[in-house]
């Protein structure tokens, strides 16, 4: 049976304007006055005065993920469902083999740990954490397998790679048309600061955290990759930005001529480091993740450069743990499982951060969230966009109708959420998924029937 949503304003990423939307076999059919064509069988559902949104992609997930001796509170099943009630229709988790594995062993186990179990449909990015003749070797296999999107790690002893290999693996991925998303940090430094804080008696402090991780060092990492990928003359992807003086670099090297891609999270833009000086532990080691929260200022920069276009992508990093698993940090800051959950929340966040409070507006929004992610990560326009022959992934976003975040109201089995309290400006009232009704009124339907994604190469 056809469906018709009737009386909504379809967004896209360059203007909003209302329109009915036919959906068939799981397809968008139609955009525009279908009213006149409709088959007499359709379904007509009404939805006057709300937004409709390309389903949102959060290209940044980890699920299912070993960290710190933990396993992040969400897998595959408990995260899509999360994802799909925050209006997430796709996610791109990193597949992330162990250094000494292959790659082809990376994807296996991705796949094991989630076919059959999302709720949303999926893709892999996968994580290079060591470089030999092998892997070269492996990368035509992933492309093969659709696997177009890579990242590397400039911190973590267990994953970063030096400079001379990062700069190999770029020349590889560039000659076969990937792209590659970076964590940049200082990895020596970090160290050093650590081995400092825990010398003049705060290790036991979560506030050490930011302080071991300084905001320029993010920036030093940026500007290193930066220059290798100059070298290369390769575009690459800063994930997870947090602050001014990455921006600045990254501003640098477009001002070079370089094609930079940024990715910023909502965590980054709406929360700050005075969460870690909350002397509840448990409240404060709740906010660590990595890089750290930043300044107010830090977030007012990001917004600025979203609005310039100057940010492409807002994902979430989501990487959950229960406020049990941060226990393990309480005498030794380094211990607490770095991350947050968000793969829930981000709609709502940004709508109401951004939209409601006009820092941006509804096309920034579809582009950062929707249709951005799926020209980067060769998904549209099959994802990212109402329009005739894209999947019928689509929001419903009813801006009159608002609630208040409670992380024990989630799917997340995080258990709680960074933005507790948190007053919505509207909220997610409907989610299709290839033209299902998936989330009703919050109610997840049916059952996992996500499909994992063969993705093209970047085309943003
Ligand atoms: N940062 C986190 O906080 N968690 C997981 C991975 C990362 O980069
Ligand atoms: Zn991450």
Not at 310 to 321: A, K, L, R
Not at 332 to 345: N, W
Not at 358 to 368: E, F, N, P, T, Y
């Amino acid at each position: 049976m056809k469906t018709i949503l009737r009386g909504g304003f379809v967004v896209t990423g360059r203007s909003s304007k209302r329109a009915d939307v036919l959906i068939g076999d799981g397809k968008i059919e139609r955009v525009g006055h279908v009213m006149a064509l409709a088959p007499s069988d359709a379904q007509i559902v009404d939805v006057t005065d709300c937004y409709l949104f390309p389903g949102f992609i959060d290209a940044h997930t980890h699920f299912d993920l070993d960290v710190c001796n933990t396993t992040t509170a969400d897998d595959f099943e408990s995260g899509t469902r999360a994802a799909i009630r925050g209006g997430t229709t796709s996610i791109v988790d990193f597949a992330c083999p162990n250094k000494g594995e292959t790659l082809a062993h990376g994807l296996k186990l991705w796949h094991e740990k989630s076919d059959g179990k999302c709720w949303c449909d999926y893709g892999y990015h996968m994580t290079i954490d060591d470089w030999n003749d092998g892997i070269e070797r492996e990368l035509d296999d992933m492309f093969a397998a659709g696997i177009t999107s890579f990242k590397m790690y400039l911190t973590y002893p267990a994953m970063m790679l030096p400079d001379e290999q990062i700069y190999r693996a770029l020349k590889a991925l560039k000659a076969r048309g990937g792209i590659c998303g970076f964590h940049c940090e200082n990895a020596g430094v970090i160290d050093a600061k650590i081995a400092e804080l825990k010398a003049t008696g705060h290790g036991a402090e979560v506030s050490s955290h930011p302080l071991s991780r300084p905001d320029c060092l993010e920036a030093e990492a940026v500007d290193r990759v930066l220059r290798i990928a100059q070298v290369v003359n390769t575009p690459v992807i800063i994930v997870h930005t947090t602050n001014r003086e990455s921006l600045l670099a990254i501003e640098a090297a477009r001002q070079r001529g370089q094609t930079v891609y940024v990715e910023t999270c909502p965590q980054y833009l709406l929360l700050d480091d005075s969460l870690y000086y909350d002397p509840d532990y448990s409240r404060a080691a709740g906010y660590v993740c990595a890089p750290p929260l930043r300044t107010r200022e830090d977030a007012e920069a990001l917004w600025q450069a979203l609005r310039r276009g100057d940010v492409q992508t807002i994902s979430t990093d989501h990487c959950s743990f229960t406020l049990k698993q941060k226990e393990m940090g309480r005498e030794d800051f380094t211990k607490i499982p770095g991350g947050l959950p968000g793969v829930e929340t981000r709609g709502e966040l940004i709508y109401t951060a951004g939209v409601a409070e006009r820092r941006i507006g509804l096309a920034v929004m579809c582009r950062v969230l929707s249709e951005n992610p799926a020209k980067l990560y060769g998904l549209y326009p099959r994802k990212g966009a109402i329009a005739a022959g894209s999947d019928a992934d689509i929001v419903v976003y009813d801006p009159n109708v608002s609630h208040v975040l409670r992380g024990a109201e989630l799917a997340s089995k995080a258990g709680y959420t960074p933005f507790e309290g948190f007053e919505t400006s509207g909220s997610i009232r409907s989610v299709y998924l290839r033209g299902e009704l998936a989330v009703d009124h919050g109610e997840v339907l049916g059952k996992p029937n996500g499909q994992y994604l063969a993705r093209g190469k970047c085309a943003l």
